[in-house]
């Protein structure tokens, strides 16, 4: 029967299937459109702090691996770098959104813990630091990561 | 023997050349995000890869054309012009992502600008196309490849519970740090990123280049099964290692060097040497293959002058297609700014959606008898791959919305 139908493609293909064509794609645009925007604020909060916290949790396992004498130092500052540019797309994305007044409180600290976090990120990627000083540093990250929770 | 030594060769290169910069991404996120949860996707993928090399070889074998030489022949130059228009834009993102993905490692290692390194990735690529040979360029990236089982040796190292991550392919759970609609974008992106369509036109055209005949049809079924099955073990294992690792800590591997941390974790700092080592050679051998599918393609479609083995001047519009391609895609890679993780997933959601476009007409001529004669396509055949290319095609046209919806 699949081998029937599949010799036959070319007929397929060859049939005048214009309007069906066209009715699908606007039905895709216009379930795009309806969806765009659609986020509502706690979903998209919920997506960039994950995201955040992420970039955190992983800039402070590489700054402990360092520590530990697990990573390399170039392998150290460019995850670091890397991570720093990762946290400033979500600080922006984060500081887009419009909270509802009510959380609007803990909307601010969570910005401003993160910007914090990607302060302190980028400063370690770019000057680099040594492996006595990357536990301390892994620890005030994890800090910041924490505040992200609250 | 000789026979037998090829037969373990291929099975090499297809281990070997499995990994590429969509499995080390998808798989990463995946167990990052989902745990166990999607290797059905994985194992789904393989299953329908395996069947395609299969057929491609045998396509070869019997009728000793390339792929898009049929294409054009079978279905005529206007129709064959949309799987072509359709790779072009696939193939030219996924070049990039490779090229992008090969210059990170050297960017991971060193520290040194990763816009140079692209460029002196797509320097290194363009001259082993210029000069290398179609064997060399075939077998010698993907036998370094096989160091991408260092992840399969990492998934030993971190006491992978065995039984659980096979429970899971047959009965997923979409639990999580993601959210659905990632789950599905995810399980999209690896179906794309396994069934990577370039494959069928670089392995007919390889088939055609070192003139197969029909002895090839057992050792090429042979090769398909255990070279691309074992092949599946190496991206199967990034999974289990970012499930292990990486998802307890709350990491989201949504950045390459994210993925090597596995590796730091099970190896110490040796983990970030092999790391880099595997993205490096995985991500220039896919880049070698797909530059190379390209000219194949497009000349095989166009009814051009081609050949690996032939000098510039007697395929000239050959070799100056894939230098053109690599340029393309290292100034996408080098100066757009880019993202190489968020450019892979674009790409292979992008392939997975056009897979129905480039199969169709493939498993109809796997049923011509006019070139497969008696060794057209079982039905078991079809039905399999006709099945997971309309769930790939289907999870893949309803992730977009789904993470739009997301908020993505």
């Not at chain 1, 036959?8 to 049939?15: F, G, K, L, P, Q």
Request: proline residues 3%.
């Amino acid at each position: 029967m699949g081998t029937i139908w599949l010799r036959y493609t070319r007929n397929v293909s060859e049939a005048n299937c214009e309007p069906r064509t066209k009715r699908f794609l606007l039905f895709l645009l216009v379930l795009s459109l309806i969806t765009v925007g659609c986020g509502s604020y706690a979903s998209q909060a919920e997506k960039n702090l994950t995201k955040a916290s992420s970039d955190i949790a992983g800039a402070a396992y590489v700054l402990e691996q360092f520590g530990n004498g697990e990573v390399s130092g170039p392998y150290n500052r460019t995850s670091l770098q890397e991570y720093a540019k990762s946290m400033q797309k979500t600080e922006r994305s984060l500081q887009n959104l419009n909270p509802p007044p009510a959380d609007e409180e803990q909307h601010e600290r969570a910005v401003d813990a993160l910007s914090r976090a990607q302060n302190l990120v980028q400063e370690t990627g770019q000057e680099g630091v040594s492996r006595e000083e990357a536990p301390e540093l892994a620890r005030r990250l994890e800090g910041f990561g924490e505040e992200l929770k609250l | 023997m000789k026979r037998y030594l090829s037969v373990a060769l291929g099975i090499l290169t297809a281990i070997g050349g499995y990994v590429d910069v969509g499995a080390i991404v998808t798989a990463g996120e995946a167990g990052s995000k989902f745990g166990f949860g999607l290797l059905w996707a994985m194992v789904l993928g393989t299953i329908c890869i395996i069947f395609l090399v299969e057929m491609v070889g045998r396509m070869g074998a019997m009728g000793n054309k390339a792929y898009a030489d049929i294409l054009r022949e079978k279905f005529g130059i206007k129709f064959a012009l949309l799987p072509l228009a359709s790779e072009l834009i696939a193939n030219f993102l996924l070049l990039a992502a490779e090229i992008g993905g090969a210059a990170f490692a050297f960017y991971l290692m060193t520290g040194v600008s990763f816009q140079l390194w692209t460029v002196a990735v797509a320097l290194a690529l363009w001259l082993l196309l210029w000069r290398g040979s179609f064997s060399l360029i075939e077998n010698g990236t993907s036998i370094l490849g096989l160091v991408a089982l260092c992840f399969l040796i990492a998934a030993f190292e971190l006491g992978t519970p065995w039984s659980q991550a096979a429970k899971e392919v047959v009965l997923p759970s979409i639990s999580g740090s993601g959210s659905p609609a990632e789950y599905f974008n995810i399980a999209a992106s690896i179906l794309g990123a396994i069934i990577s369509p370039y494959l069928l036109f670089f392995y007919s055209s390889g088939s055609e280049e070192e003139g197969w005949t029909r002895k090839m049809i057992r050792s090429n079924r042979i090769i398909a099964v255990v070279g691309m099955g074992f092949g599946s073990i190496a991206a199967i294992s990034i999974i289990l290692v970012s499930a292990m690792v990486l998802k307890p800590l709350g990491i989201q591997a949504e950045a390459l060097q994210t993925v090597g941390l596995g590796l730091v974790e099970a190896f110490g700092i040796w983990g970030v040497y092999l790391f880099a080592a595997t993205l490096f050679i995985t991500c220039f051998g896919a880049a070698t293959e797909i530059a190379l599918a390209l000219s194949f393609e497009v000349t095989q479609i166009m009814g051009w002058k081609y050949g690996e083995e032939k000098k510039p001047k007697n395929a000239a519009i050959f070799n100056l297609i894939f230098p053109l391609y690599i340029v393309g895609s290292t100034l996408l890679m080098g100066l757009s700014g880019i993202d190489p993780v968020q450019l892979t997933i674009y790409a292979t959601i992008f392939t997975a959606l056009i897979l129905p476009v480039v199969v169709v007409p493939f498993l109809a001529v796997m049923n011509d008898p006019m070139y497969l004669r008696d060794q057209t396509n079982h039905w078991f055949a079809n039905a399999a791959v006709l099945l997971i290319i309309v769930l790939a095609f289907i999870i893949s046209i309803t992730s977009v919305p789904l993470t739009i919806i997301a908020g993505g």
